[in-house]
């Protein structure tokens, strides 16, 4: 219990100090135009009140990940815990804050935009096939996942197909519509059905005397059930991901840098939002690791279902909150990927148009865009669930290294202090190597060959960075001479 409540606290605290320092190192300009004022669409470019911005962009990053994702990451025990608050704080909050912050810079453009103006052309295209794949993939997975929740709420009456089929027409008038016709006003219902679920699962497991196990050196320790197969690194960074840091809440955050009247909102949209998700992550890593009666349980359980996390969200939510209060609750965990899933496909469409220079505004744009990326994600949902799941799940992190990369190049252009970004940026790219190396999924070579590749490739990128930074402080004493 101890570990959780310091782990909360640690949250807060990271917000409260650490994002004033992302904040100062970006500098940000009161009185600059945003994107919202001088470039209005009214379909886009729209612009909103900051605690609507603030709940949208929560809602669009939170998706499963903090839920099922933390619960998968507690199969390694209370290690989960660290990666969490570390990660959300130092790695997820930044990337967000600084991913989101160039886009309200440079117009509202797409992280793929952003990433070829500071890492080059060759960036450019790799990043605009690369998250355009991502974005469908993470669409496809928000479309299973919900639909099979739901269907299991409803008793199988209507069947899994006539579910995803609602979901996806939900997800068709998400993506052409104006963002505050349908988006920007549903979304506080759905956030508060999710935050119900988060504060009422909270509150049952601190007053229900569940034994959340304590983060001790004895408890520092691989606890999975196939500890040899799933090494606690890269494993568990690749595993918890919204709840610390992802890839994802790059491509979502443009969509608000396009709705925000100031930059001072930042601090709060972006990297409030990273941490609330943290403390979401938090939660359901806890409770996963005490409700069964601890990490052992918790594995058998999650074993015998085939590592469907699904199944035992519904249990937690149903025995903890009773009837009501666990259909709410489950509607809060239907809510969240729901509304990162419409908002991949929309954030999918602006790269796309971004790329291809067509005008928004008309409808009919919006569908020659958007038709062809619903049809490859409908494909996308006839594959096993599990099989896109695992590899959306490193193609996220792995743009997470890539946009951290980009914040580098970034604040070492400007002339800032750039280690804010060059240490989670090394660490990621250790951490996609090593995992893309090892995994089951992978190659599946030896954890001495991923990890020895894994940490050279940081170094070799470290090393670059470090010339980049050589080559800036000559052209200044050169000017100054």
Known sequence: ???????VVAL???YFIYSRVAERIFGVDANRPTPAVAQADGVDYVAMPVWKIFLIQFLNIAGLG?????IAGAMWGPVAFLWIVLGAIFAGAVHDYFSGMLSLRHGGKSITEISGHYLGNGAKQFMRAFTVVLLIMVGAVFIMGPARIIDDMTGNTAGLTTWVAIVFIYYIASTILPIDKLIGRIYPAFGFALLFMAVGISIMMLTGRFAI?????????????DSDKFPIFPMV???IACGAIS???ATQSPLMARCMTNEKQGRVIFYGAMVTEGVVALVWAAIGMSFYGGVGALNQTMAANQGNAAVVVNEICNSLLGTAGGVLALLGVVAAPITSG?????????IVADFVKLNQGPLKNRLIISVPLFLIGFILTRIDFGIVWRYFAWTNQTLAAIVLWTITAYLIRERKPYWIALIPSAFMTAVVVSYLLLA?????????????VGIMMSVVLVALSMVTVYRVRLQDRALVQ
């Open 342 to 350: 419409d908002t991949a496909f929309r954030s999918a469409r602006i």
């Open 440 to 452: 089951p999924e992978g190659f599946q070579l030896s954890t001495g060959i991923s990890y020895t």
């Open 66 to 70: 903090p839920i099922f994702g933390a």
């Open 1 to 7: 219990m101890i570990t959780f409540f310091l782990s």
């Open 213 to 225: 196990p304590e983060l001790t050196w004895a408890n520092l320790s691989n606890q999975h059930v």
């Open 237 to 239: 960074f690749i595993t």
């Open 247 to 249: 890839g994802f809440h």
């Open 12 to 14: 807060v605290a990271g």
